[in-house]
């Protein structure tokens, strides 16, 4: 089967850097996707990773290990609107769906 | 560029109904998928249409069936509503007919089941 891991909940203060860990098993690997969800709205895409190395966009990076089946999200200088859930999400098997298998999901909470 | 729109954003319904939710995607996206996201979770994917035929389907029950219409919206059908139905019902377009890397999804309607 394929099953994403992400700690549950992280808590950093304004300005800090945080990191959010995703470990995936996956039978076929199509990229490794990141989401952001503020507590009941859209999902909204940060990032994609189909091939190792860092993705950077703005604050926030993305990292992939495919060796490793491990990436991670990177946000820097946080702000108080980055509180959310984030998640890690891998496409399912066949890619000829945009059927994604998500974690559970990182609630972050920002502190001033 | 419009979103992805949903409705309604909120309902409640009983054991046993049947619901029907909608979705309209974002302009110049061909397919939609939908997602149950439980309470806590992430979003669990449903079925995918594509060209108004479903071509992708998750670990759900015939009684959760879809529609796709020409203009690429959609919609979600949920027979015998069941307690465990409750959850936030997500919709996702993209434009490359399932081989999209990103995916745009609406706010939501939240079913609850009583």
């Known amino acids: 089967g394929q099953s994403l891991e992400q700690p549950s909940e992280v808590t950093a203060v304004e300005g800090a850097i945080v990191q959010i860990n995703c470990t995936y098993q996956t039978s076929g690997f199509y990229g490794l996707s990141w989401y952001q969800q503020h507590d009941g709205g859209a999902p909204t895409f940060l990032s994609y990773?189909?091939?190792?190395g860092l993705e950077e966009t703005g604050r926030f990076s993305s990292f992939l290990s495919r060796s490793d089946s491990y990436g991670y999200l990177l946000l820097q200088e946080l702000q108080m609107k980055d509180s959310a859930s984030y998640f890690c999400a891998v496409k399912g098997r066949g890619g000829a769906t945009n059927k994604l298998i998500f974690g559970t999901g990182t609630l972050l909470a920002v502190q001033p | 560029e419009t979103g992805v729109t949903q409705s309604p954003t909120h309902l409640i319904k009983t054991r046993g109904q049947q619901v029907t939710l909608r979705c309209s995607s974002q302009?110049?996206?061909?397919?939609v998928s939908w997602y149950q996201q439980a309470l806590g979770q992430g979003p669990q994917f449903i079925f995918q249409?594509?060209?108004?035929?479903?071509?992708g389907r998750g670990n759900f029950p015939p009684r959760f069936s879809g529609l796709q219409f020409p203009n690429y919206s959609s919609e979600l059908n949920v027979n015998a509503l069941e307690l465990d139905d409750s959850a936030l019902y997500l919709c996702?377009?993209?434009?490359?007919?399932?081989?999209?890397?990103?995916?745009?999804f609406g706010a939501g309607s939240r079913l609850t089941v009583l």
């Open positions: 249409y594509y060209r108004e035929e479903e071509n």
């Open positions: 990773n189909a091939l190792d």
């Open positions: 302009s110049g996206h061909n397919t």
């Open positions: 996702a377009s993209s434009s490359a007919g399932g081989g999209a890397n990103v995916l745009t």
